[in-house]
């Protein structure tokens, strides 16, 4: 099993470093979505390195937590914390959405050991992931399932659908996670189709609800810890999070959904980010 991380300092540079990984592999690729995925390095970087029960040299492991992406436009985010914590080479983010690769633009499952289903069509990831959790109840088995949804996401009605089976058959063997940076690709969700009061929401569906500093990794890691400690229902934690994050031209900004750097932008981004990793 991998060996869990908790020093607070060594998962902010780990994160700066994911950062730098991203920016590298989307300008290689000259295609992606940067602003989401470097949005959520804080959060991947804690799940990964800290959070869960799993093990790179045995990505089959049967008692491995399953991890669901449910919003498969930022899988580069999840493909650099899984390089960095060994399950293929770093050397290979450079092929991202390269011909042959294995690290497809949305993620292939068959293609890539530790990646349990391919996605890519928003709004299906949770419904997958209650599956998978409703059955370790019924096998009686011990791991626990997690599943990463955006916020524009969860305007999908079948989310709503998986929310209510998993609060009608008490899943507490999950931890679905929410990026809640306030963007989609049509500009602000409150504009687009607004769901504030978010909080309340999940709590009239069923679920018990954190609220956490997508960026603060002390607050990351506590969140999904009391995540583990909830009994009866199943837990969501909405991590608020910012677009782009440390890099100063992405942040906040939808226009970088879909986009990626230039190479001048990526030199910008990189000592951006080395600057900051002096600080940490």
């Given at each position: 099993?991998?060996?869990k991380?908790?020093?607070?300092r ?8 994911v950062?730098q990984?991203?920016?590298r ?16 390095a ?5 799940l990964y390195?800290n959070?869960l ?16 992406l449910?919003n ?5 985010v999840?493909?650099a914390?899984m390089?960095?914590t060994?399950?293929?080479?770093k050397?290979e983010?450079?092929t ?9 633009g949305h993620p292939?499952?068959p293609a890539?050991p ?6 890519g069509s ?7 992931a209650?599956?998978i959790a409703w059955?370790a ?7 626990r399932?997690y599943?990463s949804?955006?916020d ?6 079948q989310?709503?659908?998986?929310a209510?089976?998993?609060?009608q058959y008490?899943?507490d063997?999950?931890t ?10 049509d500009g602000?969700?409150?504009k687009?189709?607004a769901?504030?009061p978010l909080k309340?929401r999940?709590?009239a ?6 609220e956490?500093?997508g ?18 229902k199943p837990?969501?934690?909405l991590f608020?999070t ?5 890099v100063?031209?992405?942040e906040d900004?939808a226009a970088w959904h ?8 990526e030199a910008?981004?990189l000592?951006?980010l080395e ?6």
């Open positions: 099993m991998f060996k991380v908790t020093d607070v060594e998962l902010r540079l780990m994160a700066n470093t950062r990984d991203l920016i592999m989307l300008c290689e690729a000259k295609s992606g979505h940067a602003g989401g995925t470097l949005g959520l804080d959060v991947f970087t804690v390195f959070a029960n799993h093990d790179p040299k045995n990505p089959s492991w049967e008692q491995r937590d399953r991890f669901i449910s498969g436009h930022v899988a580069p999840r493909y914390v390089a960095e060994g399950y293929f080479p050397e983010l450079m991202l959405r390269k011909l042959g690769t294995r690290l497809q292939h499952a890539l530790g990646m349990e289903t391919s996605s928003l709004g299906q990831g949770l419904s997958i209650v599956g059955a109840k019924y096998d009686k088995k011990d791991f399932t599943c949804v955006g524009g996401e969860v305007q999908e009605g989310i709503w659908e998986a209510m089976s998993a609060a008490k899943l063997n999950i679905c996670f929410l990026d809640r940076n306030y963007l989609q690709i602000n969700t409150e687009v189709m769901l504030d309340a999940w709590e569906f069923g679920w018990h609800v954190i956490a500093d960026h603060d990794v002390a607050a990351i890691v506590k969140a999904f810890d009391d995540a583990k400690k909830i009994k009866g837990t969501i934690v608020r910012t677009m782009g994050k440390c100063s031209f992405i900004c879909g986009r990626v750097p230039n190479k001048d932008e910008k981004a000592a951006e600057a900051q990793r002096k600080g940490i």
